[in-house]
Nanobody, 127 residues
Framework: VQLVESGGGSVQPGGSLRLSCAASGYTISTYCMGWFRQVPGKEREGVASIASDGFRSYADSLKDRFTISKDNAQNTVYLQMNSLKSEDTAMYYC???????????????????????WGQGTQVTVS
């Protein structure tokens, strides 16, 4: 399984970016996919997830500006980020689960342990 993120870069506050996560050796339509971000010295935090049936979850503070989507034919997951702020500066990671759902009684989409595979990350800098 390989997850390759792209689309990061530098942008001014108020700008937009769209991150992509291309999967190989893995069928995104079957499993839960997530986006996380991390800044140095802090824990990796959940940004958004999308289940196999398309159900989406977001961090409360981001749901008005970020949108997760997927293209099953392209086997790619996206994160559209609008109205970017300096505090959105982070390394963004794509994650893939081994199950179709993202949350349950025993699983939370924002918990890193819910995911089995990770990409190398793409840097987003807002300044």
């Amino acid at each position: 399984v390989q997850l390759v993120e792209s689309g990061g870069g530098s942008v001014q506050p108020g700008g937009s970016l769209r991150l992509s996560c291309a999967a190989s050796g893995y069928t995104i339509s079957t499993y839960c996919m997530g986006w996380f971000r991390q800044v140095p010295g802090k824990e990796r935090e959940g940004v958004a997830s999308i289940a196999s049936d398309g159900f989406r979850s977001y961090a409360d503070s981001l749901k008005d500006r970020f949108t997760i989507s997927k293209d099953n034919a392209q086997n790619t997951v996206y994160l559209q980020m609008n109205s970017l702020k300096s505090e959105d500066t982070a390394m963004y990671y794509c994650a893939a689960s081994a199950v179709s759902y993202c949350s349950s009684v025993y699983r939370r989409w924002y918990n890193m342990r819910s995911y089995s595979y990770w990409g190398q990350g793409t840097q987003v800098t807002v300044s």
